[in-house]
């Protein structure tokens, strides 16, 4: 079992960057691929990025690659989201999600999830 707490959500004018966090405890969390999603209001959870347990493959979303990125630290069992270039489409939940067994963006297959960070950019 993996449980999920991110934080450092909030507000920033468009242009900005932002750094959240997700804090993954449990004996086998550093074996597990961990994940973003985002909900905006009215909208489905969507895929941003993944990252594999030992950090060396990546996956992003087109609408986020080249702005976001997704460093792990399994020292810390802690997986961040460092996002630049913000738009004010970026503005929703943000969740984080682990995976036990395959590197995927398909949010169906995510076991474990975070209780979710808010991210508002502002025009």
């Known amino acids: 079992q993996v449980q999920l707490v991110e934080s450092g959500g909030g507000l920033v004018q468009a242009g900005g960057s932002l750094r959240i966090s997700c804090a993954a405890s449990?004996?086998?969390?550093?074996?597990?691929?961990l994940g973003w999603f985002r909900q905006a209001p009215g909208k489905e959870r969507e895929f941003v990025a993944v990252?594999?347990?030992?950090?060396?493959?990546?996956y992003y979303a087109d609408s986020v690659k080249g702005r976001f990125t997704i460093p792990r630290d399994n020292t810390e069992n802690t997986v961040d989201l460092q996002m630049s270039s913000l738009k004010p489409e970026d503005t929703a939940v943000y969740y984080c999600?682990?995976?036990?067994?395959?590197?995927?963006?398909?949010?169906?297959?995510?076991?474990?999830w975070g209780q979710g960070t808010q991210v508002t950019v502002s025009a």
């Open positions: 449990g004996r086998t969390a550093r074996s597990y691929a």
């Open positions: 999600a682990a995976n036990r067994y395959i590197l995927t963006t398909n949010r169906n297959e995510f076991d474990y």
């Open positions: 990252i594999n347990p030992s950090g060396t493959t990546t």
